[in-house]
Structure formats: C-alpha cells, structure tokens
C-alpha cells in the first residue's frame, strides 16, 4: 500500500466553524507533513512529525492545530479561519532515515478549503 | 529568500520531443534533489531523486542531471507524451538533523504542455 489517504476531498466552512483534515498512510513512515498550497504556487511547509511528535512549526497561526494519534494518521484541526486560508491542503509522508536527508515524501490527493 | 528557483513558468514540447526542466538552487547544505509532478486539483506525485554524490539517475522515460558545481538540476523527458502535461516540481533537502530534517524546498515549478 503506498498511498496517503485524505478527508474530506472538498471542504466550506465558515469563520465560526470548527472543522478538522484527516490523513493516513499505512507504509510505516514515521514523519508525516502539512502543507498549504495556493493556485499556482508550490506546496508550502505547515508542520513535520517525526515518531509521533511535532519537530517543525513553521510559524503557523495557532488556528491551525496539528495532532498525530499514530504512527498512520495525521489530523489538522481547523478554527477561526480566515478566507485567506482557502487553499489545497496537503498531506504527506516519508520514512525517517536517522541522519539523512533522503526525503521522498509521498503526497495525499489534498483537501480544497473553502472558508466563506 | 527563494533558495530553489525554477526560472522558466512554462513549456511546450511536441509528442515525441525531448523535455528538458530546469532548475537552480543557492543552499550548499542541499544534497538531495527530487522532481515532482502535479495535476490540477490533485497532490504532487514522486517522478525521481538525486543524491549530491551522483551526477546522473534514470528511471525509464526520465532522467536527472546535477551539476553541484554549477548549483543547477535538469529533468529530461523522452519521449515527451501527451499525459506528460502537467505543473512540475523541483524540490530539495538537506542539513541532515537540526530543523532543516525533513523539510523539502520546493521551487516554484514549471508548467509543461506536450502537444500531440
């Protein structure tokens, strides 16, 4: 199996609304990733897992809260969003190769979010 | 600070011609280079991956080529194919350990049109 799974494919929520993004992969990689990607730009960095705990925040605003439960899913808890944060959210995962940078991360098909 | 730099946003090739991406980077930690392909409304795909001690990998129809002297890679397709057509993606890694462990760099990709 070598797929990253995401839910839901399409998302509209309002400013009010909590909400969550769902990931699981089950090639026992133990680094999984969000992204944020707007039109016509490249993916850009959210937050990295490793062995279950948060290594990277790339300063994301704190209305974006990651939590890892597992090695297999990945979950992003959305709240007080902004329209600007209407955008392809991305999933990814890697294995954790101690002392490398031998990252091929394999990417979810994403979650579109639409915040009115 | 755009440390990987894809200067062309677009090309267009005939079916059947060669493709040739290119792509440039400033970071000397960087030692692992990967291309991706992206379709619209859709999560980047894993094409192929070079490490800094090669110069050259193949897989089938693809190739990449890095010249660390010159800080620059190249992804060559061939023959070029009508579903080639899509955004791609040059990403980097690197500095092993620390916060820059299992971040990807991502340049701002090039959108290729194979031409039937």
């Known amino acids: 199996d070598t797929e990253v799974t995401q839910t839901p494919k399409h998302l509209v929520m309002g400013m009010t609304n909590k909400k969550s993004l769902k990931c699981e992969q089950h090639?026992?990689?133990?680094?999984m990733y969000w992204y944020k990607q707007k039109a016509k730009k490249p993916p850009e960095l959210m937050f990295v897992?490793?062995?279950?705990?948060?290594?990277i925040n790339e300063s994301v605003p704190s209305r974006f809260s990651p939590e890892c439960p597992n090695s297999s899913l990945l979950n992003l808890h959305l709240h007080a969003l902004q329209p600007e944060d209407s955008a392809l959210y991305l999933c990814a995962s890697s294995r954790l190769l101690a002392g490398s940078s031998y990252n091929e991360q394999f990417f979810g098909p994403g979650t579109r979010l639409t915040v009115l | 600070d755009q440390q990987v730099k894809q200067n062309s946003p677009s090309l267009s090739v005939q079916e059947g011609r060669i493709s040739i991406l290119n792509c440039d980077y400033t970071n000397s930690m960087f030692d692992y280079f990967l291309w991706y392909k992206k379709y619209p409304a859709e999560g980047p795909t894993f094409l192929i991956s070079i490490s800094s001690i090669k110069d050259k990998n193949e897989d089938g129809r693809f190739t990449v080529f890095l010249n660390k002297s010159a800080k620059h890679l190249s992804l060559h397709i061939v023959p070029s194919q009508p579903g080639d057509s899509a955004v791609y993606f040059c990403?980097?890694?690197?500095?092993?350990?620390?916060?820059?462990?299992?971040?990807?760099?991502f340049g701002q990709g090039t959108i290729l049109t194979v031409h039937p």
């Open positions: 990403a980097a890694s690197g500095g092993a350990g620390g916060t820059s462990y299992g971040k990807l760099t």
């Open positions: 897992y490793s062995y279950e705990k948060l290594s």
């Open positions: 090639m026992g990689h133990r680094a």
